[in-house]
């Protein structure tokens, strides 16, 4: 069992001040994995200190320098995605396609940072001013335990390409992810302070942070609840806010489709990251003339999934990060039962031979209904609910009836016909026949999903506030 007590501030790993220690298991056994000390409120203090020294060095870099520091945290971070893939598999239970893709995807982050940066203008003239894009300030940088290297090297790419010094803070929940990463990051040999690594609870880092004066701006992926939380404490000093929030997806399944591609992939995107992802595409939507074909095949499909070591490559869906996932995906499956749903595959337990570990049933709902619990919360865990439509229309309806608009996906045989229902669904972003999201377009939800975008040019444009200086 490994131990863990430092934070990296200001260059350099430093033992936190903080004492309050968090055991860690490994999710696909549930044996302890590691102990980790979390930093307290004078560790976040410290964190911004060094932040703000240097945010003052980072404000009078131009393109070419931000540049170079994104290249050298791209090349030391794609160095380390062997690390970052294994213990990705290790603490949090990834699957080996879905941790490699995530490892990969971190390094990418800084090159597409890097690019986006090159290619705007980071001044311009408006009739008879100018106008400068200038860095926002010191950027925390608050992340889920979901994706924990995807998360932090997007936003932290984002916001070095704007000039923003960085306090981050990962979740406390995947500490060695986060030893891991910051290896990783401290390779790179940035400039002091320019980013800086805590992990703690969100009552006091988290409420440190989301209330300091010196903190410019708040860069937030987690749950709709805590966003709330963080988005009020942060008023108070007129932080800009942007917030990646939970989701309740849409897939919707046309008459037209081609159900022996459209339903893999609406599977796969109810199920991807073993269910864990804010962008599932949890409520498969169904025309009632093709309902008894779709439900078989989806249990078909469903029956083929391998649970199990997510260290085996043949693996498709490991075990929860949590005891507490556990629990919570345990409450929807019988929740979904209590009220009416039709169970079509998996179900409340063990998938068998898996006594150890987090493991739950990939579990599928029939006969839901779009106002039944299990259609309106987001259960990050692998449970897709079908439900039927009439007409097009309703299917749009019935997409658009949440709190949530992140993400939707239809499948049509016909393009211009899923670009039309595509037009009318109230999300950030919707995927026509396709699960694999495009990374550099802007990434963020609608309602209760978020504030803000992030990826590519939107990333960089948030953590950017223009100066118009005018002459006469
Ligand atoms: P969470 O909201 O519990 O925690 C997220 C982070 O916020 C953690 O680092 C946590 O310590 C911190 N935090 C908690 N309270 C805080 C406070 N008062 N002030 C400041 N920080 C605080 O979320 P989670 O359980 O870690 O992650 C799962 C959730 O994240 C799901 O709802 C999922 O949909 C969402 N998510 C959204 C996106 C997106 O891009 N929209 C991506 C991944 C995950």
């Excluded at 971190?106 to 003239?125: K, M, T, V």
């Excluded at 779709?294 to 085996?312: A, C, N």
């Amino acid at each position: 069992m490994r131990n863990l007590n430092t934070a990296y501030i200001d260059g350099q790993f430093v033992r936190v001040q903080g004492t309050e220690t968090l055991e860690i298991a490994n999710p696909a056994t549930g044996a302890p994995l590691a102990v980790v000390t979390l930093a307290n409120r004078a560790d976040a203090r410290r964190a911004i200190a060094a932040a703000r020294d240097a945010q003052a060095l980072l404000r009078q870099t131009g393109k070419a320098e931000r540049i170079d520091m994104l290249r050298r945290l791209q090349t030391a971070v794609l160095r380390y995605t062997d690390a970052i893939r294994d213990v990705t598999i290790e603490e949090y239970g990834a699957p080996v396609a879905r941790a490699q893709w995530v490892s990969q995807y971190a390094s990418q982050c800084f090159a597409s940072a890097a690019q986006a940066l090159e290619d705007y203008p980071l001044s311009y003239e408006v009739g008879t001013a100018t106008v400068t894009m200038e860095p926002v300030g010191v950027s925390a940088l608050i992340a889920p335990w979901n994706s924990t290297a995807g998360t932090v090297c997007s936003k932290l790419a984002s916001a070095l390409a704007a000039g923003c010094a960085t306090v981050i803070k990962p979740s406390e929940l995947s500490p060695l992810q986060t030893q891991v990463l910051c290896e990783a990051l401290h390779e790179a040999g940035l400039p002091s302070g320019v980013f800086n690594v805590l992990l703690g609870r969100g009552a006091d880092v988290g409420d440190e942070i989301s209330t300091s004066p010196h903190v410019a701006r708040i860069s937030f992926t987690g749950s709709t609840q805590t966003g709330k939380v963080i988005a009020r404490a942060a008023v108070e000093t007129m932080k800009r806010v942007t917030l990646a929030l939970s989701g309740k997806s849409a897939a919707i399944v046309l008459d037209d489709a081609d159900l022996a591609h459209a339903l893999p992939l609406a599977v796969g995107g109810a199920f991807m990251n073993n269910g864990q992802a804010c962008v599932a595409g949890t409520r498969l939507l169904v025309p009632h003339a093709r309902m008894a074909e779709v439900t078989e095949r989806v249990r078909e499909i469903v029956g083929k999934l391998q649970v199990g070591d997510p260290r085996d490559p043949a693996t498709t869906i490991g075990p929860l990060a949590s005891r507490a996932q556990f629990d919570r995906v345990q409450r929807f499956i019988r929740r979904g039962l209590e009220q009416g749903a039709v169970l079509v595959a998996g179900g409340e337990g063990r998938p068998e031979g898996l006594p150890e570990g987090f493991f739950v049933k990939p579990t599928v709902f029939a006969g839901v209904h779009n106002d039944m619990e299990i259609a309106r919360e987001e259960i990050f865990g692998p449970v897709l609910s079908i439900i039927g439509y009439e007409t097009e229309q309703e299917a749009v309806d019935l997409a658009n009836d949440s709190v949530y608009g992140l993400f939707g996906y239809v499948y049509s045989a016909d393009v211009a016909r899923a670009r039309g229902v595509a037009a009318r669904m109230q999300t950030g972003s919707v995927l026509v026949n396709r699960i694999d999201p495009e990374v550099l377009a802007p990434f963020g939800g609608v309602r209760q999903s978020g504030v803000g975008r992030e990826f590519g040019l939107a990333g960089l444009v948030s953590y950017l506030e223009p100066k118009t200086v005018a002459v006469r």
